[in-house]
């Protein structure tokens, strides 16, 4: 099977013009087919702020309602998305921004008021995705382009853009050996998140339980690592934790950041 | 040649949910592979005055300058095109937005600064189009939804919906036999601007110059007459002007508004 790099950056990159930049300049130069999920960044935070949007929070997790909704809608759907898209147009990669409303290619249910009512959110699995579709844009050299905001019954809807990465990665394991990239502000996984140079270079099932066991992993980590593992339990050959900085080293063999693998 | 329809439709429609509503059910209904165009509407203007974007005009054009084309990126190809997108995904419609930036669509070149900088507006032409790929995604029974923005040099840029909707009918046509439908605010072109009976039902080049020499057209119709007959001298087999709210007639043979043709 063909490799199929699927690269999830998050809003430390989108803030910085001159690391989209040089980010953007590798994503580019990737030769191979692969898929870019971006956050949204705190353009979003602070447009919201200009307009009077409040943000609201229940129990600690965050609220997308109806303004919300428009405001994310606006600036990871519109703004960032076809800013990445045209910066990479220009790079000669023939990117496509995509929601998952577009090609209903992820068809999401509204999470549903149990405790808390969270509003306009989806909620996905690997069945969510019109795989075909994606599949078919890939074969003809499109490169697929995602905002983190899926669809459900004629409304956009806010989905973690770590789980879109997930799921798109599940669903195109069947036609792709997959390598999921999380980028994130550190190197990889740290032994000791003190120490940027604590880097845990591989880790498999045995490895991961032995250290979770441990009290290796701090809280932060640990939503990342969970998702990981869900990700090559169903089917992603490889998944990998590192930072934007280190994309061309974690698309080949030498990576620098966690290299996450079935066994 | 199978028909296609190439379908622009302007503020009126988009200020009113309702009225979009019913325009997109009608939209959503027509059996044979059809692309919609839209424009801003108010919502760029008010959300614009929120966040105290002033509207620039030199010489009674409308510039586009650098918070004015983040505005209409964010509105044009986030809210409004998703939006739509969303709402056609639920009437079983498998939209797909895009920008000209997105799969290289539209590639446009930045207009050249001669008296007027009009900032960030991007010039296209038939030629401008990636048709191979939106044949393509039409034969796999997607339907385009396009936002009036282009792109070049790494940048996105406006352009006018008209423009937009007269270059992708005239670069479709080798492929399709194009209807293309300018929607707008009357019922099509009238002989009698005062009259909202006297629809001019067909004209073609001659009759269009007859009625051109005794004025019978007011300023607002000309750039719309001149823009159709572009595109019928360029291949587009049809093009009819006419209102929203009677797409479904305007659609079959029996038209409401005004349908020009070449001969």
Request: some cysteine; glycine content about 8%.
């Amino acid at each position: 099977m063909n490799k199929l790099y699927i690269i999830k950056i998050g809003g430390n990159v989108l803030d910085d013009e001159k690391s989209l930049k040089t980010f953007l300049k590798d994503f580019a130069s990737i030769q191979a087919p692969k898929i870019l999920i971006h956050g949204g960044g705190k353009i979003a935070t602070k447009l919201g702020e200009q307009l009077g949007i409040e943000s609201n929070y229940i129990k600690g997790r965050r609220i997308t309602d109806a303004a919300t909704l428009d405001l994310v809608t606006m600036v990871y759907g519109g703004l960032v998305n076809k800013q990445i898209v045209a910066q990479l147009q220009a790079l000669h990669c023939n990117a496509l921004g995509l929601t998952g409303a577009d090609g209903n290619m992820i068809k999401a249910i509204k999470r549903p008021v149990r405790e808390v009512d969270f509003g306009f959110v989806g909620d996905i699995t690997a069945e969510s995705v019109n795989s075909t579709l994606l599949y078919f844009l890939l074969k003809q050299n499109i490169i697929p382009v995602f905002a983190p905001l899926t669809h459900a019954d004629g409304s956009i809807l806010n989905t973690n853009a770590d789980t879109i990465a997930s799921v798109l990665a599940i669903s195109l394991s069947k036609h792709f050996d997959t390598r999921l990239i999380f980028c994130f502000e550190k190197t990889g996984v740290l032994r000791d998140v003190k120490k940027e140079d604590s880097v845990i270079t591989n880790l498999n099932k045995i490895t991961y339980e032995k250290l979770l066991k441990e009290g290796c992993f701090h809280d932060g980590i640990l939503p990342k690592l969970e998702n990981a593992f869900t990700a090559i339990h169903s089917g992603v050959k490889e998944v990998l934790i590192g930072e934007h900085t280190n994309l061309l080293a974690n698309t080949g063999y030498e990576t620098k950041g966690t290299l996450i693998t079935l066994s």
